[in-house]
């Protein structure tokens, strides 16, 4: 759950020295938690933190929840098995031995994360943005080039403030979240 990772993070990970950050699991899916004060900001109904239901493109493709143009449909594992017929480790892969259809898939992707990373920076202010989960794995490639981007495309202020980085605790941040809830 990406709200127990983003607790883990805020306690023990990249999130520990700053009091309001985001973050984001980009994996099969695309999640989010929101930290305020360090705790987690829920919403109303609990729903809140849902970076990948965030509508990018109205012309996108099909999301897994019916709507179109997601950032989860556009961004994802799944977004580019789509795109590419391969898993992401295979996608990378062959992107690194020269494909051209996986390069694209990935410089399309990081687009779109830029994309999401200046919607969020522009609505919520963090100080931080820590970014996990499977695809964070491919950040020279993924991860990098949406943060080169995402600076134009975010407001000037916020964009200098904010940092984008890796979250630090990987698979066992779920964990320790889960964990934090109890204490």
């Avoid at 990406?2 to 695309?30: D, M, P, Q, R």
């Avoid at 929101?34 to 099909?62: C, T």
């Avoid at 964070?136 to 975010?154: C, D, G, I, R």
């Amino acid at each position: 759950d990406a709200n127990c990772a983003a607790l883990a993070e805020a306690w023990f990970g990249a999130g520990k020295f700053v009091k309001h950050f985001l973050y984001i699991t980009v994996s099969t899916g695309i999640g989010g938690g929101i930290i305020i004060d360090k705790k987690v900001y829920r919403g109303a109904i609990g729903s809140a933190g849902e970076f990948g239901h965030m509508i990018i493109d109205l012309n996108g493709p099909l999301c897994a929840c019916g709507n179109y143009g997601h950032l989860e449909s556009l961004a994802s594992g799944t977004a580019l098995k789509n795109k590419t017929g391969l898993d992401a480790i295979s996608a990378h892969l062959a992107a690194h031995q020269g494909d051209k259809k996986a390069q694209k898939a990935i410089k399309e992707m990081a687009h779109y994360l830029a994309i999401g990373f200046a919607n969020l920076t522009n609505i919520f202010n963090p100080e931080l943005i820590v970014v996990g989960g499977g695809l964070s794995n491919m950040w020279e490639h993924l991860v990098l080039p949406a943060k080169k981007e995402f600076k134009q495309l975010a407001l000037t202020l916020p964009a200098r403030s904010v940092k984008i980085v890796r979250a630090k605790l990987k698979s066992d941040a779920g964990m320790l979240g889960a964990a934090a809830l109890c204490l």
